[in-house]
């Protein structure tokens, strides 16, 4: 009898979400449609001058952006916990965090990938330059990536609540205000012509602590959770 | 909730543990699976307490909780292959050897949310077979399953004694284990 490798256990981990996610593709699209939405709100009600959207777009973008990711933080545990299937993640021998990191990860590619790709889109109707959409997309994608792991924090220690939506807000949105004011920065920066290496540099660090930490927190989390 | 227990299971050793509703069967079994820390007294495997490397511990029992811990939305075949292969490496083979062996060839495509509950119990029943741990920890194995499904479970848990592997279980009403007796533990209300 051969023991799985944990990169094997990992990738499975991550290959199983991605193929739930497919099978409930409605409910996975639902971050990417509120953000989709609401970003082509705003030009609506502020009106069609390119100039003036042009000088709240960072901001528009970002706060769409994470509380989209926010939408789709809350059900990273809830339906393995429901079924049973995190109790025998948790007793499968293989290391708890690692698994967590995994699940983060297909998160993030399930829930932030796609406001990625999406945002040069939606920030064409804000008056972004074709310039700045690079930044816009590192911006996202590094923002996205913190967001999922301090929401997977938030969702593992919720996980027993019955109404636990409310205070994941409330432990995740105050973590992440460091990040929305780098990479709304970072974005304006960039649309005004200025470099965003500064925002952009903290912001991944920013990430590779988040993800560095993150695993270990979840993984005390979701045993508290299981008592 | 529960005091005074002392349960041990040695190699080809089966563990009932009896009692009324509400006398801790359940508890007893998280208590032994990590989920929960006693609040006195220790566990052991292999003489050793089970904190000291719990990876180690888990990877050594097969635990099958009240829920059946399976995902709906996967077929059979694919909830096999992920909790077992979290484990260990399974052959291509095992999946559909195991299915065959719980009655479930036929199902074997089927998502477990269209299964009956006995038959998610046989499912459960089979990734518990092909983990092939050495313990096996079974909160109540026999619910809902009928009487062909009682006697194929008795009968794998007879074949993980023989095998020298040992099963602690909280059952209600026990049937016959082929060649065994276990011994029985009973837990106060």
């Known amino acids: ?227 | 909730m529960l005091g005074g227990v002392s349960v041990e299971a040695a190699a080809g050793g089966c563990v009932h543990l009896a009692g009324p509703n509400g006398s801790g069967k359940t508890t007893l079994l998280r208590v032994l699976a990590g989920f929960l820390e006693p609040e006195q007294g220790t566990i052991t495997w292999g003489g050793r307490p089970i904190n000291a490397d719990r990876d180690a511990y888990h990877a050594s029992f097969s635990y099958l909780a009240h829920s059946d811990g399976l995902k709906p939305e996967l077929t059979a075949r694919e909830n096999l292959a992920f909790e077992v292969g979290l484990r260990r490496q399974l052959g291509a083979t095992e999946p559909d050897e195991a299915l065959s062996r719980v009655g479930l060839a036929a199902a074997r495509d089927h998502t477990a949310a269209v299964l009956s509950a006995g038959q998610r119990r046989r499912l459960a029943m089979a990734r518990v077979m092909l983990t092939a741990a050495p313990l096996w920890l079974l909160d109540e194995p026999f619910t809902n399953l009928d009487s062909a499904g009682v006697a194929l479970v008795s009968t794998m848990i007879g074949a993980q004694l023989d095998r020298g592997g040992a099963v602690l279980m909280a059952a209600h009403q026990l049937p016959s284990i082929p060649n065994h007796s276990p011994r029985r533990v009973e837990l106060g209300p």
Do not use: N
């Open chain 1, 1 to 227: 009898m051969t023991t799985t490798p944990l990169v094997s256990a990992a990738t499975l981990v991550y290959r199983r979400d991605l193929l739930l996610a497919v099978r409930h593709w409605g409910q996975a699209a639902q971050p990417l449609m509120f953000f989709a939405m609401v970003t082509t709100l705003f030009p609506l009600a502020l009106g069609p001058d390119l100039g003036e959207l042009r000088q709240v777009a960072g901001g528009i973008l970002w706060v769409a952006a994470l509380l989209a990711s926010l939408l789709g933080v809350e059900l990273l545990f809830r339906a393995d916990h429901v079924d049973g299937t995190l109790e025998q993640m948790m007793v499968s021998g293989q290391p708890l965090a690692m698994l967590a990191l995994a699940k983060g990860a297909a998160h993030w590619t399930i829930c932030g990938l796609p406001l990625v790709l999406i945002s040069p889109l939606v920030a064409g109707g804000l008056g972004v330059p074709g310039a700045a959409l690079c930044t816009l997309m590192l911006s996202i994608g590094l923002g996205t990536g913190i967001l999922s792991a301090l929401g997977a924090i938030g969702s593992a220690l919720t996980l027993g609540l019955r109404r636990g939506s409310v205070l994941l807000s409330l432990l995740v949105l105050p973590l992440a205000m460091p990040a929305l004011i780098f990479g709304a920065r970072a974005v304006d920066m960039a649309i005004h012509g200025e470099s965003a290496r500064g925002p952009l540099l903290l912001l991944a660090a920013m990430l590779v602590l988040a993800v560095t930490l993150a695993p270990a927190a979840v993984a005390a989390a979701l045993r508290i959770s299981a008592e």
